[in-house]
């Protein structure tokens, strides 16, 4: 169980490097930016996170396998971008789902393991799976799309509230991660698919 | 006593809020959007300055009043925009300037609190009322306003050394930051309606 | 010895401070945003690596001398640009790269001082070095140049690994940061020389 937790954790971490090295390409950067914003938006979220509640050095930093795995992914954009740049399109969006999925999950967990309250919990998951997106934009100098587009971080924010509302409702912490995990992932995953974005004010 | 202070700094936890959320409103952001920023503008200065000072986890995030508040602050934009967008500019910039004095007041004092030295109570207390506008502004990928343009920075800086100088002198802290927080207010609404700029250097 | 690292590094930051104030020149900022341009520039990647390694308050704020030598080179830059300006480009080049190679040694150090792995502390060394200059980027609203061109956070990195890899061969402290910042200073001169870039990709 404790293995799967890892291997997920660095498959996450993996989709989101491999995501962020894409979009640093299009921005124009060379190996080494590409190298940096693959770090920066897979585990720069849960850099935030670790920041926010004192658990200091990151884990980012602490455990080098993550960083390994974040500049692998960056890496492979480099030298494989045509291959990459070719996957289907909702392929990336699943794995992305699921990487938002599970971000949300852990972020929320870590965030209570450290003793925060709920609202502070629910924040940090969401941090800790938008977070690194957005600082990946705002070094490619661009609104975060996180702000303007799309129910993404809705659904890790509502990922988040359905774990805490099971561990609430009395559900052993594995239940309501899971229970958490797969209500992002679904929401995300149909809204994707439909298009569904959040009302703009008129 | 104690109640007026939290009344004081949940009016301007509220007031950066809204402005923040209008700037979110301009910049294309939807529902989720606007309650990032909203959040950002009124509680990213005070974060920056508890992380720096060592104050973790953050009050924005400790205490769920502060977030409570600038979530309604951010989500009054959205369904109210067309009135509050109509409040006179006037109004906004008096509030605006009583918010920046109480955070810079705050800031300075929670500083000093935590034992850092006059310097750095004084750049906490301005980073307290300006990093949030900071950070919102760096969100929607504009050079900060309050690098470039009016005395507003600069009416933090103020209020915070004023302060400062008053506890030298002997002063009581009550007076202290009352004396503080007026300088501020007064500097910048005097700086607002005779449009004073600082030197750009030619 | 110990003061003629104070010195070195005070100067390091004082290039850093001018660097970062002229950039801000051109992006049309007053004289309160060059202040805050310099400060940053100078003393932003060493505040990342303290929050990251749990050093707080970190020394850019602990320590007014540091603050103070920043705010004079963005003040020089106000009152003196017009010299500044036309200062040589090669002179600047290699004060530069002296900066960036002291800067990338100290961040190394400190961390690992602070007990981080050597993986983190490479990365640590790194952020010191490069970490000021993306922030200023980031605040004139531009995709950090260190992400986009030039050997520049290679080289610092590269001097961070040849004091590591020196003190893992049995160097002495002192020679692996002789080696680790002359290593980083030669190999980033050499490159402003001939125009090395790191690939983009295809």
Chains 1, 2, 3 share one sequence.
């Not at 702000?147 to 409702?169: E, I, M, P």
Request: net charge neutral.
């Amino acid at each position: 169980m404790a293995v799967l937790l890892i291997v997920l954790d660095l498959a996450g971490t993996l989709v989101f490097a491999v995501e962020g090295a894409m979009a640093g390409l299009a921005g124009g950067l060379d190996v080494f930016g590409l190298l940096v914003v693959a770090f920066v938006t897979a585990l720069g979220g849960g850099t935030m996170r670790d920041l926010l509640i004192g658990a200091v050095p990151p884990n980012s930093i602490r455990d080098w396998r993550y960083g390994g795995i974040a500049f692998a992914g960056g890496a492979a954009v480099f030298f494989l971008h045509y291959f990459v740049g070719r996957l289907p399109g909702e392929l990336l969006m699943v794995l992305d789902a699921a990487g938002l999925a599970l971000f949300a999950v852990a972020g929320t967990e870590k965030a209570l393991d450290y003793g925060v309250g709920e609202f502070a919990a629910a924040l940090m998951g969401t941090i800790t799976a938008v977070g690194g997106g957005t600082l990946r934009d705002v070094l490619l100098a661009q609104i975060p799309l996180v702000l303007r587009a799309d129910v993404y971080a809705t659904a890790a924010l509502a990922g988040s509230l359905v774990l805490l509302a099971a561990r609430r409702l009395g559900s052993g912490p594995r239940a309501a991660a899971a229970l958490g995990a797969g209500g992002c992932f679904v929401l995300r995953v149909v809204a994707a698919t439909h298009h569904w974005n959040l009302p703009h004010a008129l």
